[in-house]
């Protein structure tokens, strides 16, 4: 949460200039205080174990959120009983009048097929028409990020040679930008991929920016310049084993796999890992609701526009 100083002191100059985030009394004593209200449309097949995930990274801050959780009515999930999703789901018909202060768009193990082919992508696409009227922020994660810039922006997802698969490092681009404050200059996070997107084609969209990249997992974090739009190529919100269970489920299906790059401690797999990337993703989390959400998204959240 910021510090609320007077804007004459000269503090408040140094710290904004260091990306520190200040509030004056004049702005504090206008803001409003409400709970976030946060969708989440889960796409991703073991919707269980991503929803917790997911909110112990959101409930990691001061910030009240009602969360509501968002399922495609046009696929049927094979790995969430039907009871628990009938129960604590809604589909996007129930709330597409409504309007909402943040949203998360999960990952899907689909990104080798064009998007085109996959089942719901008619779905997801009004849903992603729908977003730029209805919610102040949204959070897309790897091939939901791949996605939202294709829905929003045309740019293509690239099949890679191989899956990037592990815990890479990577260096913060835009130091200055909200998101990335409290950073360390170099931090880790998970990938586990089949395609990316290049570089060279977020460049040439104004209105888009790269706030962070790895020199072997390519573009981390894309957002668009007014923050409604944030876009993580990987997977920060990852239990310390995931990586563990997704690479021993490829081996027992016959699929022939690198074991996960950075993860496993000296290369071994008979080993436990350990995670290095949970500073990171509270961070990531925690900034993107502060700055994004909160500091942006009007009181009443009925007067939510493009």
């Given at each position: 949460m910021p510090i609320k100083i007077p804007e004459a002191l000269p503090a408040y100059k140094v710290l904004n200039e260091e990306n520190i985030f200040v509030m004056s009394e004049e702005r504090a004593f206008s803001q409003d205080i409400r709970p976030l209200r946060i969708v989440i449309l889960n796409i991703m097949p073991t919707k269980i174990v991503t929803e917790t995930q997911l909110l112990r990274l959101l409930g990691n801050s001061p910030l009240q959120a009602?969360?509501?959780?968002?399922?495609?009515?046009?696929?049927?999930?094979?790995?969430?009983?039907?009871?628990?999703?009938?129960?604590?789901?809604?589909?996007f018909n129930e709330i597409?009048?409504?309007?909402?202060?943040?949203?998360?768009?999960?990952?899907?193990?689909?990104?080798?097929?064009?998007?085109?082919?996959?089942t719901y992508w008619g779905e997801l696409k009004s849903i992603m028409e729908w977003i730029p009227h209805s919610v102040t922020s949204t959070l897309y994660i790897c091939w939901?990020?791949?996605?939202?810039?294709?829905?929003?922006?045309?740019?293509?997802?690239?099949?890679?040679?191989?899956?990037?698969?592990?815990?890479?490092?990577?260096?913060?681009?835009?130091?200055?930008?909200?998101?990335?404050?409290?950073?360390?200059?170099?931090?880790?996070?998970?990938?586990?991929?089949?395609?990316?997107?290049?570089?060279e084609e977020i460049l040439k969209v104004n209105d888009l920016e790269i706030l962070s990249e790895s020199d072997e997992a390519g573009v981390y974090i894309?957002?668009?310049?007014?923050?409604?739009?944030?876009?993580?190529m990987g997977h920060p919100e990852y239990d310390t084993d995931t990586l563990k269970k997704?690479?021993?489920?490829?081996?027992?299906?016959?699929?022939?796999?690198?074991?996960?790059?950075?993860?496993?401690?000296?290369?071994?797999?008979?080993?436990?890992?350990?995670?290095?990337?949970?500073?990171?993703?509270?961070?990531?989390?925690?900034?993107?609701?502060?700055?994004?959400?909160?500091?942006?998204?009007?009181?009443?959240?009925n007067s939510i526009t493009l």
């Open positions: 009602e969360i509501t959780f968002l399922h495609p009515k046009t696929h049927i999930s094979r790995n969430t009983p039907s009871e628990h999703l009938s129960t604590f789901y809604k589909t597409k009048e409504q309007k909402f202060d943040g949203m998360v768009i999960t990952g899907a193990p689909v990104e080798q097929l064009n998007f085109e082919e996959v939901g990020a791949q996605a939202g810039l294709y829905c929003h922006y045309g740019i293509t997802k690239h099949s890679l040679e191989r899956k990037i698969s592990g815990v890479f490092g990577h260096s913060v681009i835009k130091k200055k930008s909200r998101l990335m404050r409290g950073f360390d200059d170099e931090f880790y996070a998970p990938h586990s991929r089949h395609s990316g997107i290049k570089r894309v957002a668009t310049k007014d923050g409604r739009g944030i876009f993580v997704e690479y021993e489920r490829d081996l027992s299906r016959g699929l022939t796999v690198e074991i996960p790059k950075g993860y496993f401690p000296n290369n071994d797999a008979s080993q436990e890992p350990a995670a290095n990337w949970r500073a990171h993703a509270n961070l990531l989390f925690s900034n993107w609701l502060n700055y994004c959400v909160y500091q942006e998204t009007p009181y009443d959240v």
